[in-house]
């Protein structure tokens, strides 16, 4: 059973371009959550999606930053036009059900230059 | 804001030797979550503990909870060059998603 795997595990981007990350849930989870992790620091969460559904987005900056999870296909986390302190390392996590044990991805590194 | 915090922020001990990480938190919880990250990489889950629970073993891990005073626990007993990572608590506040700490630096020196 193949764990969460995110695409591309690196990215580099020059400022105003766009970033797409993907992921992909393990298999039979149904929960998708990505979070932002700066050099030194911990995780901070960014959105929580189901098949179809923002369940929350709390955590996402109010511009330039979209998530969807499509009825067939990996999650995306978007990132229009992108600023250096886009800089971070970004992590989706999955679970059979909310509140359950979130399982993580290796991550993107997103480098903006 | 973050809710998690690690106590000590980073931690120095010799391989063979118990290592004790502590996280505190502000709010009532589902459930406490200990991770490990090694440098550069992606988040390893160790053990959840749940809100109702105390104590929980897993292997070398032993995780305590007391949600008195919404303080957590975490012992690596006889410590192994490869414990050498960053580890992290997460609380779950029933929204699904997970605050983290800022994490212990744990070396272990051979």
């Known amino acids: 059973n193949a764990g969460v795997m995110q695409n591309p595990r690196h990215l580099v981007r020059r400022r105003g371009q766009e970033a797409r990350l993907r992921c992909s849930p393990m298999k039979g989870h149904s929960h998708v959550y990505w979070y932002r992790q700066l050099p030194e620091e911990g995780l901070k969460f960014m959105v929580y999606?189901?098949?179809?559904?923002?369940?929350?987005e709390s955590g996402m900056p109010k511009e330039r930053f979209s998530a969807e999870f499509p009825k067939e296909g990996p999650s995306i986390l978007r990132i229009q036009q992108v600023v250096r302190g886009d800089s971070a390392a970004y992590f989706c996590?999955?679970?059979?059900?909310?509140?359950?044990?979130?399982?993580f991805g290796p991550g993107t590194r997103l480098t903006v230059l | 804001s973050q809710q998690g915090e690690e106590d000590p922020q980073a931690l120095s001990i010799q391989e063979g030797e118990n290592a004790t990480m502590n996280c505190s938190y502000k709010?009532?919880?589902?459930?406490l979550q200990w991770y490990r990250q090694n440098s550069g990489r992606g988040l390893v889950h160790l053990i959840l503990i749940r809100s109702n629970e105390r104590e929980k073993h897993s292997g070398r891990l032993r995780v305590t909870l007391d949600t008195s005073k919404k303080s957590s626990s975490l012992l690596i007993t006889a410590s192994r060059a490869a414990d050498t990572a960053s580890y992290f608590c997460a609380t779950d506040q029933g929204a699904q998603k997970l605050v983290f700490g800022q994490g212990t630096r744990l070396t272990i020196n051979p």
């Open positions: 999606l189901q098949k179809e559904n923002i369940i929350d």
């Open positions: 996590a999955s679970s059979s059900s909310g509140g359950d044990t979130q399982y």
């Open positions: 709010t009532s919880i589902n459930n």
